[in-house]
């Protein structure tokens, strides 16, 4: 049970390249999320998708776009990298099965480092 | 969505117990309380959540006030692999009326453990 799977773990890029980042999570779970985390802010939410088929916007979702391909994977990308988007990237996921279970926990992966020159 | 204020650090020495404030002055009735970690170099970790009675679980206690305003993440014996930053997060229970039910973190309590 490998849990929340994120690849690659490090990534560096030059400002106006593109690239998409993958995860994918083996618990079966409906809902999906990418936040991002830079010294001092914290953990800001990009997008989540609650349940498969469907994707909401967070808190800083421009400069990106997300897929839901499945159940299982949630893929964000970056059409047009640039230095502000340095950052450390985190996929988590929560099951959901009803009205009350919006409270189940995030499982979060390790993170992707992603350096744009 | 309802913020939460956290103290940026603490400090504990090992094997005592630490209490971690969190004031949530305009949490709604129905706001979910979550409380997460981060050890370096890793993902946030699930910790423990509560709504209104305090909660117990094998890694913490959570105490949450009367009112609701503020509530308390307790390690009972703080142990060197406890020093991570905690975050302390208001969660709707559900999507409808602006809520969207997602997580928002905010800075989070840094704790440093001394051996």
């Known amino acids: 049970n490998a849990g929340v799977t994120q690849t690659p773990k490090f990534q560096v890029l030059k400002t106006g390249q593109s690239m998409t980042l993958q995860c994918a999570q083996d618990?079966?779970?409906?809902?999906m999320y990418w936040y991002r985390q830079d010294p001092g802010m914290g953990l800001r939410l990009i997008y989540y998708?609650?349940?498969?088929?469907?994707?909401d916007k967070g808190e800083v979702p421009n400069g990106y776009n997300v897929s839901r391909l499945n159940k299982r994977e949630f893929s964000l990308r970056l059409e047009s990298a640039a230095p502000s988007q340095t950052s450390v990237y985190f996929c988590?996921?929560?099951?959901?099965?009803?009205?009350?279970?919006?409270?189940?926990?995030?499982?979060f992966g390790n993170g992707t480092r992603l350096t744009v020159t | 969505d309802a913020k939460t204020t956290q103290p940026n650090s603490m400090e504990s020495n090992e094997e005592e117990p630490v209490h971690l404030p969190c004031n949530h002055s305009t949490i709604s009735g129905t706001d979910y309380i979550h409380w997460y970690r981060q050890l370096p170099s890793q993902g946030p970790e699930y910790v423990i959540h509560?709504?209104?009675s305090n909660v117990n679980n094998r890694m913490a206690s959570l105490a949450i006030a009367e009112d609701r305003k503020s509530s308390t993440l307790i390690l009972h014996r703080a142990t060197l692999r406890d020093a991570a930053v905690y975050y302390c997060i208001l969660r709707p229970p559900k999507p409808g009326s602006g809520n969207t039910g997602k997580l928002i973190f905010g800075q989070g309590t840094t704790l440093q453990v001394k051996p």
């Open positions: 988590a996921s929560s099951e959901r099965t009803g009205g009350s279970s919006y409270n189940s926990p995030l499982h």
């Open positions: 998708s609650a349940s498969e088929g469907t994707t």
């Open positions: 509560g709504l209104t």
């Open positions: 618990m079966n779970h409906n809902s």
